[in-house]
């Protein structure tokens, strides 16, 4: 028995062309489809490239105003740590009547959380992912240290008004400076390293002018409260 395929209407030839026009159209929808894709894949790229560099840049400008009273934490603690040693050894010292703190600022990472979970940072070349990474991993650590810096500045504090100190309270003292210096420290050093690892990206500190947080304790360490509070004119006060 033989089997007979239907015929088209027109014949093989225009069939075959319009099976030809079909499959055509159909590949150019895809590479259209795919060009869509990668162009709105770079468009995602660099909106998240130019998101994560602003908030590096705002992050180091914020230290960068931090480091501007460096001198003044360092005279800060050297003048705690003589205070303790002359009551200690029995010699009368003046009472502290302001401390002050560190300036502390947040460490943002909120646009560098985002484009990681939008899976964006993996559109990254590799190089430039380690690089964020490097740098955000930096100001994490920074963000802790300035956690665990207020709480031993807090301990200090405590000092403030003090005219008889116990030597259990000098000694809770001196380790609450050793350690406000050490977590000073790994301020320091974190950002250096975060810093070193932005300027090899071009990324430069930017902070604003008109936020540049408090200076407390570069307020002299014998001024009233209340006069040292004035000084500080800050509108949070100081704790």
């Not at 033989?2 to 026009?21: T, Y």
């Not at 090899?200 to 604003?208: N, Q, S, T, W």
């Amino acid at each position: 028995m033989r089997i007979q395929l239907p015929k088209p209407l027109h014949g093989w030839r225009e069939f075959a062309g319009e099976v030809g026009v079909i499959v055509l159209g159909v590949l150019i929808a895809l590479g259209l489809g795919e060009f869509a894709q990668a162009w709105n894949d770079r468009s995602n790229t660099r909106d998240a490239r130019d998101a994560i560099r602003a908030e590096i840049s705002s992050d180091l400008g914020q230290l960068s105003l931090r480091f501007a009273t460096e001198d003044c934490m360092a005279k800060r603690l050297n003048e705690i740590v003589d205070y303790l040693d002359a009551r200690s050894s029995g010699k009368e010292a003046d009472p502290v009547t302001w401390l002050g703190k560190p300036q502390q600022w947040n460490m943002d990472t909120f646009r560098w959380d985002a484009a990681s979970q939008s899976g964006r940072v993996s559109l990254f070349p590799v190089g430039e992912q380690s690089a964020f990474s490097n740098i955000y991993g930096s100001l994490k650590a920074i963000g802790s240290a300035q956690a665990e810096e207020q709480r031993w500045w807090a301990q200090l504090r405590s000092l403030e008004g003090q005219k008889h100190v116990s030597a259990n309270m000098l000694d809770t003292l001196r380790l609450a400076a050793s350690q406000a210096r050490y977590e000073d420290y790994q301020v320091r050093l974190f950002y250096g390293e975060a810093l070193d690892d932005a300027r090899a990206m071009g990324i430069k500190p930017f902070f604003d002018p008109s936020n540049v947080g408090p200076r407390s304790v570069c307020i002299p360490i014998r001024t009233p409260r209340e006069e040292a509070l004035r000084i500080l004119h800050f509108r949070f006060g100081s704790p």
